[in-house]
């Protein structure tokens, strides 16, 4: 996969075409890139891991997931999906606009079936493992979507549906909890801070741009992202900005120098000793290990 693809998920790609906005991503991690951080997207993601195991967060909630394991999060939701220890995990990420199943003329039902879920009134499972309630009927309509995608035949895109309204189905009669209405929690400031990250990740960002970008204090600010986040801003910053780093060393042939100063490091000695601490090897080490595998 491009770097540019994954990197900018909400951002400034539309996944599938506009008529049709459906469509499959393989990735594998570490191979691939070391990690997926925190984002959000207007798509609604399912993902499907198909090989190994690895971490995967919806909303703050950190699960380990292995073979067989999806996992569905709902627009707007805040995920990301990291290495487990030194294991390695193939999925394949989904993505689609759920609109493409009611289009915009309302005939009852995406108000009935369709909005309590993508609005979380009703409270449906994250993540789905062997054995539960509407797992095996679930992972039968992804299979049967990825061969509909690779046969490709005159109206694919009419079975596709078809499968999906079958998942939303599911959803709403095997899986949704409709008694209870489960408070969901805010994270409209932070969604605003980490969007801000991803675009502009490469230029100089300060505490007191980012409070003023929410309307808060520095002081609160810091004191709400690390309670909100598990880790101070600048911490953050620097592992996105690593994460970046670490991509572009596999799919360009940038100097490490050039690397740095694109991400935003203008300290190249800094730069090598805060990569060296989280990926465990120089970025030199790093590019050798993982490029064209």
Same mark, same amino acid.
């Given at each position: 996969?491009?770097?540019? !693809? /994954? +990197? %900018?998920?909400?951002? *400034?790609?539309?996944?599938?075409?506009?008529?049709?906005?459906?469509? $499959?991503?393989?990735?594998?991690?570490?191979?691939?890139?070391?990690?997926?951080?925190?984002?959000?997207?207007?798509?609604?993601?399912?993902?499907?891991?198909?090989?190994?195991?690895?971490?995967?967060?919806?909303?703050?909630?950190?699960?380990?997931?292995?073979?067989?394991?999806?996992?569905?999060?709902?627009?707007?939701?805040?995920?990301?999906?990291?290495?487990?220890?030194?294991?390695?995990? !193939? /999925? +394949? %990420?989904?993505?689609? *606009?759920?609109?493409?199943?009611?289009?915009?003329?309302?005939?009852? $039902?995406?108000?009935?079936?369709?909005?309590?879920?993508?609005?979380?009134?009703?409270?449906?499972?994250?993540?789905?493992?062997?054995?539960?309630?509407?797992?095996?009927?679930?992972?039968?309509?992804?299979?049967?979507?990825?061969?509909?995608?690779?046969?490709?035949?005159?109206?694919?895109?009419?079975?596709?549906?078809?499968?999906?309204?079958?998942?939303?189905?599911?959803?709403?009669?095997?899986?949704?909890?409709?008694?209870?209405?489960?408070?969901?929690?805010?994270?409209?400031?932070?969604?605003?801070?980490?969007?801000?990250?991803?675009?502009?990740?490469?230029?100089?960002?300060?505490?007191?741009?980012?409070?003023?970008?929410?309307?808060?204090?520095?002081?609160?600010?810091?004191?709400?992202?690390?309670?909100?986040?598990?880790?101070?801003?600048?911490?953050?910053?620097?592992?996105?900005?690593?994460?970046?780093?670490?991509?572009?060393?596999?799919?360009?042939?940038?100097?490490?120098?050039?690397?740095?100063?694109?991400?935003?490091?203008?300290?190249?000695?800094?730069?090598?000793?805060?990569?060296?601490?989280?990926?465990?090897?120089?970025?030199?080490?790093?590019?050798?290990?993982?490029?064209?595998?």
């Amino acid at each position: 996969m491009n770097i540019k !693809e /994954y +990197e %900018n998920y909400h951002e *400034r790609k539309e996944h599938g075409v506009e008529t049709f906005p459906y469509n $499959t991503y393989l990735c594998s991690i570490p191979l691939d890139f070391a990690e997926v951080p925190v984002h959000w997207h207007d798509e609604m993601e399912i993902i499907y891991i198909k090989k190994g195991r690895g971490v995967v967060s919806v909303e703050f909630e950190e699960r380990q997931v292995c073979g067989g394991d999806y996992v569905i999060v709902l627009p707007g939701q805040l995920h990301a999906i990291r290495q487990a220890e030194d294991e390695r995990m !193939e /999925y +394949e %990420n989904i993505m689609f *606009r759920p609109q493409i199943l009611y289009g915009k003329q309302d005939d009852g $039902t995406s108000e009935k079936y369709f909005r309590p879920i993508l609005r979380m009134k009703v409270t449906i499972p994250t993540f789905y493992h062997e054995g539960e309630a509407g797992y095996d009927a679930i992972r039968r309509c992804l299979d049967q979507c990825d061969a509909i995608c690779e046969a490709r035949q005159e109206g694919y895109e009419l079975l596709v549906k078809a499968q999906l309204l079958l998942v939303f189905f599911l959803l709403y009669t095997e899986c949704a909890d409709r008694t209870s209405h489960k408070t969901q929690q805010t994270h409209e400031q932070m969604k605003t801070v980490l969007k801000y990250v991803e675009l502009h990740y490469g230029e100089k960002l300060t505490i007191e741009q980012m409070a003023n970008l929410v309307g808060f204090s520095s002081s609160h600010f810091m004191k709400y992202f690390k309670t909100t986040m598990g880790q101070s801003f600048i911490d953050y910053l620097n592992d996105y900005r690593l994460v970046m780093a670490s991509r572009l060393l596999l799919s360009s042939e940038d100097s490490v120098l050039e690397i740095a100063q694109e991400v935003g490091f203008t300290n190249i000695s800094y730069f090598n000793r805060i990569f060296k601490r989280r990926f465990e090897m120089t970025p030199r080490e790093y590019r050798r290990k993982f490029a064209q595998k």
